[in-house]
């Protein structure tokens, strides 16, 4: 079983729709970040949290520690949030590297 | 600052050749970290150093692959030789600190060897 697993792998909504996507982990952390790659390969760093909530611009990030369980809300959908979304930990006790979940593909149609 | 450049970001090769991919982090970031992305594998960390120092190599896939960072602002990630299931996206990623710190990914290098 992955440390890191998130949920759905793939996701398909329509144009100003709120989507959320889950991830749940299994170790201790110190941190839980969410990433989002475009097509065509970059890598951004969206937020890093460790505890309670964080929002950036239509973008929400909510940490439950105790459940060991962090959602990544859009609200307002647009076709240019079609990227595929990263869950990934730093922990204590495995060196404080990221390890990453499977990703989640989203696509927004207009 | 120019985030974490990499280049080349295309690189095409045959099978048995030597690939030499290079990272350059962004200035005053003292960890740079190597990932390699697959379909099947999806993101894995290869390598990251400290201060120039290589910390944790344990990623590495085999002896085909070496990394070194001779100096801050510089680092390489070799492959000799190459294999066709070496085909993937390599990340270089930098950042400040380790653990609960923002890791900034470089644009990536897609390699394909035939």
């Known amino acids: 079983k992955n440390e890191v697993e998130q949920s759905p792998q793939n996701l398909t909504a329509q144009e100003g729709e709120f989507i959320t996507i889950n991830c749940s982990y299994s170790?201790?952390?110190?941190?839980l970040h969410w990433l989002q790659q475009h097509p065509g390969g970059g890598i951004v760093s969206l937020f890093m949290?460790?505890?309670g909530k964080k929002k950036h611009g239509r973008l929400i990030a909510t940490i439950n520690i105790q459940e060991k369980h962090s959602s990544l809300h859009i609200t307002a959908s647009h076709p240019r949030d079609s990227a595929v979304y990263i869950c990934?930990?730093?922990?204590?006790?495995?060196?404080?590297?990221?390890?990453f979940g499977g990703g989640t593909r989203l696509m927004v149609k207009p | 600052d120019a985030g974490v450049i990499q280049s080349p970001r295309h690189e095409v090769t045959e099978m048995g050749q030597e690939v030499t991919l290079r990272c350059k982090p962004i200035?005053?970031?003292?960890?740079l970290f190597w990932y390699r992305q697959t379909m099947m594998r999806g993101l894995e960390l290869l390598i990251y150093?400290?201060?120039?120092?290589?910390?944790?190599d344990s990623g590495m896939p085999e002896d085909r692959f070496s990394a070194k960072m001779p100096n801050a602002s510089f680092s390489t990630l070799k492959i000799q030789p190459s294999e066709p299931r070496d085909s993937a996206v390599y990340f270089c990623?930098?950042?400040?600190?380790?653990?609960?710190?923002?890791?900034?990914f470089g644009p990536g290098t897609r390699l394909l060897v035939l």
């Open positions: 990623a930098s950042s400040l600190a380790l653990g609960p710190e923002t890791q900034y």
């Open positions: 170790v201790g952390i110190s941190a």
């Open positions: 949290l460790s505890s």
């Open positions: 990934a930990v730093t922990s204590w006790n495995a060196g404080n590297m990221l390890t």
């Open positions: 200035s005053g970031h003292d960890y």
């Open positions: 150093f400290n201060n120039n120092v290589p910390i944790d």
